[in-house]
Every structure is written in C-alpha cells, then in structure tokens.
C-alpha cells in the first residue's frame, strides 16, 4: 500500500510542481512582455511598507467587514498550513512522523490547529456570503454577478478538504498516541482524536497515509488546475496580488486617483509637439497594454467589490469595472495572443464611455487594479488614433479649442459674474502683487454656468468679509483641460494645460510668497494642483471649503448659529475620493448650526452625480440616470437642503431635483455659510441663493441636455446595502 501511496503522492507533485513553476514562467514573461512602465520602481522600501500593511492588515479588504476578516484567516492559513502539508509527505512513509525542532512544539500544534479551524470556519463564512448573496441579490444586483463562479466553487472547496484533511491528522495522530503526549498538543482537535480512538492501532496506522495522501493529491490538483488557466484571477492573485499593490501607482496609502497617468510610449513621455511615427497612442490592442495593466488584470479576484459601488452599473449601464478588468485580461491573457482591435472586439463603446471615473472602483478594489486609468487609455487611443467618440464631444472638444471652455462662451465674459458683486475684486493683468495672498481660479462654471456663478460670488463676498486679500485672473483663465483628458483627448489636454502654465508663471514670475490657489471646482483642484505636477508646476491648491473652514475656526468668519432647516451634503467624487477631502465642508455645514444629516452612501461611498469624466457633456442615453438614483437617496433622508462642494455636482443635483418635481433645494457650502454669516435666515436664503425646482416637466434642462423622462420615472432603486456582502 505505501508504495502506490508514495507513487501516487510524489508524482502529483513532481507533475504539479514542474507545471506550475512553467506555468508562473509564462505568466511572468507575459507580463513583462508588456508595455514598459518606468514610473513603478521608485522609493521601493516605502512601497514594501506599503504592500505589507496593505496586505497583511487587510485594510482595503476591511471595507466588507465580515468578508474582510474570514479572507485574513485564509489567506494566513494558505501560508500557515504549509508545515502540515510537509508533514503528510513524511507520514505517508511513517504514520509517527513529524517535523524536525517544531513538530512536537505544543505552541506550535496549537496553532496549527487554531488556524485550521479558523480557516475552516472562514471559508464556509465566504461560501454562504457568496450563496446568500446570489438568492437575496439576483442577477446585476449581485456583485458576483458575471464572475467564474465554477471557479470560485473549486477554491472554496480545496481549502474546506484540505482544512478538514487537517484536523482528520491531527485526531489521527493524537489517537495514535493514545494521550501519551502533553494533553496541549491536540487541545483543538480533541473532538478527532475522541473519534479516532476507538478505532484500532493497526487501522489508524493505515488511515495516516492514505488521508496525508489525500492532502497532498488535493494540494497538488489545486496547483494542476490553476497552472492550466492563467487568466484564473480568483487564485493566482495569491501570489500576484502583494506585487500589483507593491508596484501602484501613488505610493501612498490613498487609493491610486487624482492625477490620471502621463501618456507614455515605449515607456517615455510623448511629445505632442513633435511625437514619433511609432509612438503608442492608448491601448488600442493587447500589446498596448503596459506591463502593470497586464498585472492589474491577471491579479483580479472577481470578487465584484468595484462592481457593487459603480454608479454606472448601478443605474442598468453595461459598464462593469470587473467585468471589464476580466474581458480584458481574458482577451490580453489569451492562449493564442490577439491583434485585434480590445474596443469593439472585446470592449463595447458602449461600456467605455459609460465611465464617470468617480473612483469608487479603485477605492474600493482590495488589490488596487487601476480601472479608470485602463479607461482612459482605451478613450486615448480611441480620440487620438480611431476618432472614435459620443457626438457630444465634438462640440466640446471644439468649444474647449476655440473659446478655451466646454460651452464656447466669449473669453471676455468670464469677468461678468464680478458686475454683479457690490465689493471690489481685483483682476491680475500683470504680476501678482505681493499683497495677495490667494489667486481665486473661478473656473468655466464657476464664470459661465448661473447656478456654479452663485457659489463665486459667494465664495469671493466671504473671502471679502473676512479681509483675504485675494485676486482672479479674469479672461486670462482658461479652461484647465480636465474635460478634454478625462474624456482621452490628451492632445487638447497638453494645449490647454501649457497654456495655462505659461499664464501662472507670468502671473507668479516675481512673486515670492506661497503659490496658494483657491479653487470651488474639484475637477479643477485636481487638474492643476495634482495634473500638472507631471509638467514640472505645482501649486499650493486649497479647496474654497477648506478655506472657509480654516477662517471660522481662526474667528475672521462668524456664522450665527441659526439652526435651519434639515440639510445633507454630497460628496464629489473629485473632492472626496480623489483628494480625500470629507471633514473641511461637514465641520463648516455644522459651524451654521443646521439640521445636519447623512445620506447612507457618504465620504468615500458617496455615490456619484454623473458628470465626471466627460459625462457632463455627453447624453445618458443608457439605463437609468445617475442623478436621479442620487436625489432619490438625498430626498429619502427628509432633509430640505442639499450642500454642494463642485459646480458640475450642482448642476447635476439640481437637474436630478427637477426632473423628480422635487422642492428640496441645492446650494454650495458656501453659501450655507454666507446666510448665516450674514444672519439671514435660512427661509429667505433659501429662495435667494439656491437652486428650487417647482414640479416642471424633466425635459427642460439648461446646462446638461434633456432629461429623458421615461428613465426619470425608472430610476434604478437605491441599494444602500451594497457594502453588506
């Protein structure tokens, strides 16, 4: 019997080993076949301390608590457990074997078996969330829907057998003994060994070997199975998971968001100017894809965590972040490698310009895949290279061209929103005078757009009122580039963004204090102050919220604690998960003494109002639409007030509230706090300053394009339990 046992044992694993070592080969190589990517390997001990915490404290995995915690003790049991596996290759051949120095180690045996167990109650915890979650959350409100389930199922139930081989040894083993051990040893398994018992020297002697052999065929099955198909994300992520996160992006515990990735060909930055004949525009096909794109991809779990906070997803659109990390790894991984186009073969149009990048794909993902920036290089290629784009934006893209704004309103009439200010405001023409201590960028909206006008003049009248010396650059502003690069439009970008830097060192060319920049649009906070640092220009960029808030606190800004009526705020994207900025606009909300209160999806599960990425300029013909799927949550709360801290969120908001017939108004934080500053009441300052919709038809729409009325009356339900799986 031994022999056949050993035979069986020994030749698995010599197959097994041999096939997975060829195997993480060709993986490897397939990876580094990829595009290269220079910008990965610096500060290499900050990013090892960054992957161990990351990875060992399970920080990102902790956002799904209980699913977060039973995915520690398998992970640390995958690792753990190895000793055991080492022993059974001894007990096929003697049943009292054990390993040298550690095997008879009671506090070694006692965790051996505590991790088992662990493991084991673990796994069966990730089984039921994922069976409980297919019969309660049906078809796309599963956030496994469209996921390998077969896959999963085979991973789930080596671990249970090996687990259960586990313990079956130690009762064996402890039988064995007859209790003439320390009692210790088997402290854990106790409930085996008394099974076991009974049982006769002779035949336990027998069972040690054939269940050992058992625990090796399963092992090494595991690793026979997961070599023959590379693109099985839900296990080779455990070994290729530490190194995409090791290799992100940021190296910073933030997720990777902000500043989208310098345009690289050949791993170099690309001259717009004067680009190469052979130069990479995007990814237009597998061999486009950057080395770190192909181990974002090969490292995806499937779990659906990106796909269960997608607002795209969650309002019927045929964007899934996972699903479109696995169509494009099964397409780049594939046994026979594909030249054919990844967008329109593999990806729809439809899928990638469905994106509003909000980051809640990223921020959520444990193993930091970097969806929006795959987006975009697929947008890339598809401007640059195919022209291929929504209609919408060719009028932007031209209107961003000519006017130097996404609506092609007249250069000069940025200045017009100070007419209507009854306090002076300073207008650079020149150098910046010493004396001015913020440059206020007032943005196109923030120039242009009536409601995103209200919030200038408020930003700029509390400014005045607390004796900032500020000043703005008026016509001399243009627009950052942030729609045009969001949208893959990189070429107009780069014009843009020059342009614009060329005007702030102009501006700043003998100024010797701080460069801070006010800003009260997100998009434009994060184009300049962390976009153009790729340029070689940074700027001390502070949001208007976070101002304001720093001058209550220093007492230049009094709000009389007038209490309102009940308000809630909305996180922008831009704001919150790209920058992670949520305290400054809720300390300054409650500074006004309102009737503060949360909607369920807040900071960083805030749930998107549709504007970014472009989305502002293109219609939602798709699905239901996102604002409406969240005025529908701030009405929900009661509150009779929704807080803005971007421009595009107000539109967005605004429109959502139109098209529901709502009378909940929508204002800026700031002006929450200018009526309480200035001791109005929140009665009167809520018809003056914010933007009430009476019950009108949906279709009427100033800045977004029509609403369609039928989605309106459609709207996806609000899932706020999409983080309980």
Same mark, same amino acid.
Request: contains cysteine; charged residues 25%; aromatic residues 8%.
């Given at each position: 019997m031994t022999p056949l046992l050993a035979l069986v044992s020994y030749g698995i694993s010599i197959v097994a080993i041999g096939l997975f070592t060829a195997k993480a080969l060709e993986m490897y190589r397939r990876i580094k076949a990829g595009q290269p990517d220079p910008t990965r390997g610096n500060l290499k001990r900050k990013r090892f301390a960054l992957m161990a915490k990351e990875v060992l404290g399970h920080t990102k995995m902790l956002n799904f608590t209980v699913s977060g915690i039973a995915h520690w003790f398998v992970m640390i049991g995958f690792v753990a457990l190895f000793g055991t596996l080492v022993t059974a290759y001894g007990q096929i051949f003697n049943p009292k074997f054990h390993l040298p120095l550690i095997g008879t180690w009671t506090p070694y045996n006692l965790f051996v078996e505590a991790i088992a167990w662990l493991t084991g109650i673990s796994i069966v915890a990730l089984i039921l969330i994922r069976q409980v979650t297919r019969f309660v959350r049906k078809d796309r409100a599963s956030r496994f829907f469209g996921s390998y389930s077969g896959r999963a199922y085979f991973v789930e139930a080596v671990i249970l057998a090996i687990v259960f081989c586990v313990i079956a040894l130690r009762g064996l083993e402890g039988a064995l003994m007859g209790y003439q051990g320390n009692p210790w040893d088997f402290a854990l398994s106790k409930p085996a060994v008394n099974y076991f018992a009974g049982f006769e020297y002779s035949r336990i002697e027998e069972l040690i070997p054939i269940v050992a052999t058992l625990k090796i065929f399963i092992s090494m099955s595991w690793f026979i199975v997961v070599a023959s198909n590379l693109r099985m994300g839900v296990a080779w992520h455990r070994f290729l998971a530490p190194f995409n996160i090791f290799f992100k992006r940021n190296v910073d515990a933030a997720p990777t968001?902000?500043?989208?990735?310098?345009?690289?060909?050949?791993?170099?930055?690309?001259?717009?100017?004067?680009?190469?004949?052979?130069?990479?525009?995007?990814?237009?096909?597998?061999?486009?894809?950057?080395?770190?794109?192909?181990?974002?991809?090969?490292?995806?779990?499937?779990?659906?965590?990106?796909?269960?906070?997608?607002?795209?997803?969650?309002?019927?659109?045929?964007?899934?972040?996972?699903?479109?990390?696995?169509?494009?790894?099964?397409?780049?991984?594939?046994?026979?490698?594909?030249?054919?186009?990844?967008?329109?073969?593999?990806?729809?149009?439809?899928?990638?310009?469905?994106?509003?990048?909000?980051?809640?794909?990223?921020?959520?993902?444990?193993?930091?895949?970097?969806?929006?920036?795959?987006?975009?290089?697929?947008?890339?290629?598809?401007?640059?290279?195919?022209?291929?784009?929504?209609?919408?934006?060719?009028?932007?893209?031209?209107?961003?061209?000519?006017?130097?704004?996404?609506?092609?309103?007249?250069?000069?009439?940025?200045?017009?929103?100070?007419?209507?200010?009854?306090?002076?405001?300073?207008?650079?023409?020149?150098?910046?005078?010493?004396?001015?201590?913020?440059?206020?960028?007032?943005?196109?909206?923030?120039? @242009?757009?009536? =409601?995103?006008?209200?919030?200038?003049?408020?930003?700029? &009248? !509390? $400014?005045?009122?607390? %004796? +900032? /010396?500020?000043?703005?650059?008026?016509?001399?502003?243009?627009?950052?580039?942030?729609?045009?690069?969001?949208?893959?439009?990189?070429?107009?970008?780069?014009?843009?963004?020059?342009?614009?830097?060329?005007?702030?060192?102009?501006?700043?060319?003998?100024?010797?204090?701080?460069?801070?920049?006010?800003?009260?649009?997100?998009?434009?906070?994060?184009?300049?102050?962390?976009?153009?640092?790729?340029?070689?220009?940074?700027?001390?960029?502070?949001?208007?919220?976070?101002?304001?808030?720093?001058?209550?606190?220093?007492?230049?800004?009094?709000?009389?604690?007038?209490?309102?009526?009940?308000?809630?705020?909305?996180?922008?994207? @831009?704001?919150? =998960?790209?920058?992670?900025?949520?305290?400054?606009?809720? &300390? !300054? $909300?409650?500074?006004? %003494? +309102? /009737?503060?209160?949360?909607?369920?999806?807040?900071?960083?599960?805030?749930?998107?109002c549709g504007a970014g990425g472009g989305r502002m300029w293109m219609e939602e013909k798709l699905g239901t639409r996102i604002n409406l799927n969240r005025v529908d949550e701030a009405i929900s709360t009661g509150a009779k007030e929704v807080a803005v801290g971007c421009p595009f969120c107000r539109v967005m908001v605004s429109d959502g509230m139109t098209g529901r017939g709502s009378d909940v108004a929508v204002l800026d934080v700031a002006q929450a706090l200018l009526r309480t500053v200035k001791n109005e009441s929140g009665e009167r300052s809520a018809q003056q300053s914010s933007d009430v919709s009476p019950p009108i038809n949906a279709t009427d729409d100033e800045s977004k394009g029509k609403v369609d009325q039928h989605n309106s009356d459609d709207s996806a339900p609000l899932d706020t339990d999409s983080s309980a799986d």
């Open positions: 968001l902000g500043a989208l990735p310098e345009m690289l060909s050949k791993g170099a930055p690309i001259d717009f100017e004067d680009p190469k004949e052979d130069d990479v525009f995007g990814i237009g096909k597998a061999a486009d894809i950057s080395w770190k794109g192909l181990l974002d991809m090969a490292s995806c779990t499937e779990c659906g965590r990106c796909q269960s906070q997608c607002p795209a997803w969650h309002t019927d659109k045929p964007l899934s972040p996972k699903l479109l990390i696995m169509a494009m790894r099964d397409h780049a991984l594939a046994k026979v490698p594909s030249d054919k186009p990844i967008v329109g073969e593999t990806i729809s149009p439809d899928v990638l310009w469905s994106c509003t990048t909000c980051g809640a794909c990223v921020n959520e993902c444990p193993v930091d895949i970097e969806h929006i920036d795959h987006i975009v290089n697929m947008r890339r290629f598809q401007v640059l290279v195919d022209s291929e784009f929504p209609t919408e934006l060719g009028g932007t893209f031209r209107n961003l061209e000519k006017a130097g704004n996404p609506w092609g309103a007249n250069r000069m009439d940025r200045n017009s929103w100070i007419k209507e200010c009854d306090f002076p405001i300073q207008v650079i023409e020149g150098e910046l005078p010493e004396s001015v201590e913020y440059l206020f960028w007032v943005g196109c909206a923030g120039a @242009y757009e009536e =409601r995103a006008k209200k919030t200038t003049k408020a930003v700029a &009248e !509390l $400014l005045y009122m607390a %004796g +900032v /010396d500020f000043a703005v650059l008026g016509a001399r502003e243009t627009c950052t580039g942030d729609p045009a690069r969001r949208a893959g439009n990189e070429f107009l970008y780069q014009i843009l963004s020059r342009e614009n830097i060329e005007t702030f060192k102009e501006v700043y060319s003998t100024y010797k204090g701080s460069k801070k920049v006010v800003v009260t649009c997100p998009h434009c906070f994060t184009t300049i102050g962390r976009d153009y640092k790729q340029q070689g220009y940074e700027l001390e960029m502070v949001h208007h919220t976070q101002l304001l808030n720093a001058l209550v606190k220093e007492g230049r800004l009094k709000p009389v604690n007038r209490a309102t009526s009940k308000l809630t705020y909305h996180d922008p994207c @831009y704001l919150g =998960r790209h920058n992670q900025i949520y305290e400054p606009p809720r &300390e !300054l $909300l409650e500074s006004t %003494g +309102v /009737d503060y209160v949360e909607m369920p999806r807040n900071k960083e599960r805030s749930f998107c």
